[in-house]
């Protein structure tokens, strides 16, 4: 009889004992993601029968175009309004000495105490016609009347900006933290200006953090709900909109299912195209 190997025997036992702690994190996944996912492309091929009539319909008629259209362009646009709002935000904080980043952090951060329920119903209030914001406006002369800045894709793009901008400036912050400022005052040794070291220096090492804010601002937007449900007035429909009316007014849910499955789909080939271009580890910070 063969005798087993002692590491061989240890190898088994550290294999098991990983699986054995690993196994709820398991369970979870497989309960919250594999099995609903796995629900939902069955319902979209499935009608009384195997059919492919739901993703038809998707690609073929007016209103899911115009749909994932809008919903595309407000994500592009809510993902470049807050990297130019983050990005210098990221910057002061990781430059700063405390307690002062402390506070710009605390600052970006007090949102995700609050409900996006809530913040949505505060936007409401402020950019409504008799709103804070027209009303100052008008005060300081510079409107006659009041200005349309709620119930459209104005109103829907300002309130995602708000509430998305912190999930941009942690990334970046957490990137441009890990950034040796010996850099910086080694280019200005070499007799490069603070413009040129930053563009040539600093700028292309904080990539990683841009990418990850762009793909997590971006995947964010495109399911969003309430926020475009509340300022957009019923003239915004973005995507998730239509899955939800599908449900509520048609009891459809083999066409809610098909387009859940089709954004799905267009968030794992933005992933994929962005891990492409620059790892998924460095996007996550590790070295």
Same mark, same amino acid.
């Given at each position: 009889?063969?005798?087993?190997?002692?590491?061989?025997?240890?190898?088994?036992?550290? @294999?098991?004992?990983?699986?054995?702690?690993?196994?709820?994190?398991?369970?979870?996944? !497989?309960?919250?993601?594999?099995?609903?996912?796995?629900?939902?492309?069955?319902?979209?091929?499935?009608?009384?029968?195997?059919?492919?009539?739901?993703?038809?319909?998707?690609?073929?008629?007016?209103?899911?175009?115009?749909?994932?259209? /809008?919903?595309?362009?407000?994500?592009?646009?809510?993902?470049?309004?807050?990297?130019?709002?983050?990005?210098?935000?990221?910057?002061?904080?990781?430059?700063?000495?405390?307690?002062?980043?402390?506070?710009?952090?605390?600052?970006?951060?007090?949102?995700?105490?609050?409900?996006?329920?809530?913040?949505?119903?505060?936007?409401?209030?402020?950019? @409504?016609?008799?709103?804070?914001?027209?009303?100052? !406006?008008?005060?300081?002369? /510079?409107?006659?009347?009041?200005?349309?800045?709620?119930?459209?894709?104005?109103?829907?793009?300002?309130?995602?900006?708000?509430?998305?901008?912190?999930?941009?400036?942690?990334?970046?912050?957490?990137?441009? @933290?890990?950034?040796?400022?010996?850099?910086?005052?080694?280019?200005?040794?070499?007799?490069?200006?603070?413009?040129?070291?930053? /563009?040539?220096?600093?700028?292309?090492?904080?990539?990683?953090?841009?990418?990850?804010?762009?793909?997590?601002?971006?995947?964010?937007?495109?399911?969003?709900?309430?926020?475009?449900?509340? /300022?957009?007035?019923?003239?915004?429909?973005?995507?998730?909109?239509?899955?939800?009316?599908?449900?509520? !007014?048609?009891?459809?849910?083999?066409?809610?299912?098909?387009?859940?499955?089709?954004?799905?789909?267009?968030?794992?080939?933005?992933?994929?195209?962005?891990?492409?271009?620059?790892?998924?580890?460095?996007?996550?910070? @590790?070295?």
């Amino acid at each position: 009889m063969t005798a087993i190997d002692p590491s061989l025997r240890y190898r088994r036992r550290e @294999q098991g004992l990983m699986l054995l702690l690993a196994s709820p994190a398991v369970i979870v996944i !497989l309960a919250l993601v594999v099995i609903p996912v796995g629900w939902l492309m069955t319902q979209s091929v499935y009608d009384n029968g195997f059919t492919l009539e739901h993703y038809r319909r998707i690609f073929s008629e007016d209103i899911y175009w115009r749909s994932f259209g /809008l919903t595309f362009r407000i994500a592009l646009i809510v993902t470049v309004m807050t990297l130019i709002l983050g990005y210098p935000v990221a910057y002061a904080a990781a430059h700063v000495k405390r307690p002062w980043d402390v506070l710009i952090l605390a600052f970006v951060i007090l949102p995700f105490w609050t409900s996006v329920l809530v913040r949505a119903y505060a936007w409401l209030v402020l950019l @409504q016609r008799t709103g804070v914001t027209n009303q100052m !406006l008008e005060g300081l002369g /510079l409107i006659t009347e009041p200005l349309a800045l709620v119930h459209n894709e104005l109103g829907t793009i300002i309130a995602t900006v708000h509430i998305l901008l912190p999930f941009m400036v942690l990334p970046l912050y957490s990137t441009m @933290q890990k950034i040796p400022r010996e850099l910086m005052l080694a280019g200005a040794s070499l007799g490069g200006g603070p413009l040129h070291s930053f /563009l040539r220096i600093f700028l292309p090492l904080s990539l990683p953090g841009v990418a990850a804010g762009l793909t997590l601002v971006f995947v964010l937007t495109l399911g969003f709900y309430i926020t475009p449900e509340l /300022l957009g007035g019923g003239r915004t429909i973005m995507i998730s909109m239509v899955v939800s009316r599908n449900v509520e !007014l048609y009891n459809e849910w083999g066409a809610a299912s098909a387009v859940g499955v089709v954004l799905l789909l267009c968030v794992l080939a933005i992933f994929m195209a962005v891990s492409r271009i620059i790892p998924l580890d460095k996007m996550l910070g @590790q070295k």
